[in-house]
């Protein structure tokens, strides 16, 4: 069992900078694959970002590529969202997400634990 408790959403300008932590109990996190995802008004959540067990092979959305950047700290137990050159598009509720496998890591269905969300405001 997996928990996973989002945190620095916020709200930021246009063209700023934000890093979302996701904290996750549980001693087997160094074991799972890490993926972010958020869901704006309205719309269906969408993929934004994963990461493998180990910290390498990172994957983006083609609208967040180059301007964000997915990481973990497996001693830590945290996994990290670095957005930067924020969008007003980018405002959105984020959610971590752990699977224990993926195949591609970029569909919800093959996540196995959610967290709440946070959420993040980018104003124009």
């Known amino acids: 069992q997996v928990q996973l408790v989002e945190s620095g959403g916020g709200l930021v300008q246009a063209g700023g900078s934000v890093r979302l932590s996701c904290a996750a109990s549980?001693?087997?996190?160094?074991?799972?694959?890490m993926g972010w995802f958020r869901q704006a008004p309205g719309k269906e959540r969408e993929f934004v970002a994963r990461?493998?067990?180990?910290?390498?092979?990172?994957y983006y959305s083609g609208s967040v590529k180059g301007r964000f950047t997915i990481s973990r700290d497996n001693a830590k137990n945290l996994v990290y969202l670095q957005m930067n050159s924020l969008k007003p598009e980018d405002t959105a509720v984020y959610y971590c997400?752990?699977?224990?496998?993926?195949?591609?890591?970029?569909?919800?269905?093959?996540?196995?634990?959610w967290g709440q969300g946070t959420q993040v405001t980018v104003s124009s």
């Open positions: 997400a752990a699977a224990i496998s993926y195949y591609s890591g970029i569909y919800q269905y093959e996540y196995d634990y």
């Open positions: 549980g001693r087997t996190f160094s074991t799972h694959f």
């Open positions: 990461i493998s067990s180990g910290g390498g092979s990172p």
